[in-house]
Every structure is written in C-alpha cells, then in structure tokens.
C-alpha cells in the first residue's frame, strides 16, 4: 500500500511544506517517486520518517540527521556509528528531562504556593508560617 504526501502528512501531523523541505534536504532518499514525479510513502517510509521526527525533536540538526539517514543506507557497516549516535542522543534528552523535572518543581511549588493563597484568601498566609521574614 502507498500514501500520498497529504496523507503521510496527516498522520505525522506535519505539513506537506515540512515534508517536501526534508525531501529537498535529502532525508528521504528512501522515497519512491512515479514517473511524473509525484511521491509514493510506503509504510517503511513512515517509519522511517517518524525516527526522524524522533530526532528533529532532541534538537539534533538536520545536517546529522541526513548523517544518519547515509549510515542506513550504508548498512551494517555503520552500525557502530548509529548506535554511538543514539547514545549522545539519549543523553542529550536525559540532560533535557533533568531541566524540565527541576523546571516542574518550581511549578509545582508556586501552584501549592498559591493554591495555599487562595484557599487563606491572602499571600500573608506565607508570611505568618515562616519565621522571620526572609
């Protein structure tokens, strides 16, 4: 079975403009295309669009990403590079996660910060529990 663009488009909820933009940077060679040129997406293909979905979101560059996608077509002979990749990769996101989790505590601090105000109907409710005023 093969997708339109329209159609893949829809289902990795991207644009028609963002897919033409990766196939115009070489992050679809895998694409088939008819004789008129019009793109033919099989079910690989959106596999393989949705890994560089995965990657475009870690930050990592589309330069890198075409690295990457060149590695697999290679074949097994970069499978070592492709490894050590996805390994900086999830490093990267694990520092990403550690910001957000330290981010989210300081949100979920002021939400009972002023969830306490409410409830007290005032601020001074943070300023009677504290000793001093600091």
Sequence with gaps: MTY????????????????????????????????????????????????????????????EIKGFIEWCSEGDSTLQQRYDMFLERKAIVEAQLEELNKTMEVINHKCNYYKTALNAGTEEIHKINKIGNF
Excluded: H, N
């Design 4 to 63: 339109s663009i329209s159609e893949v488009a829809k289902e990795l909820d991207l644009t028609v403009y963002a897919l033409r933009y990766y196939d115009k940077e070489g992050l679809m060679p895998f694409v088939e295309r008819t004789p008129s040129g019009t793109r033919l997406f099989k079910d690989s293909d959106i596999e393989a669009l949705k890994i560089i979905q995965c990657l475009k979101s870690t930050g990592m560059p589309i330069k």
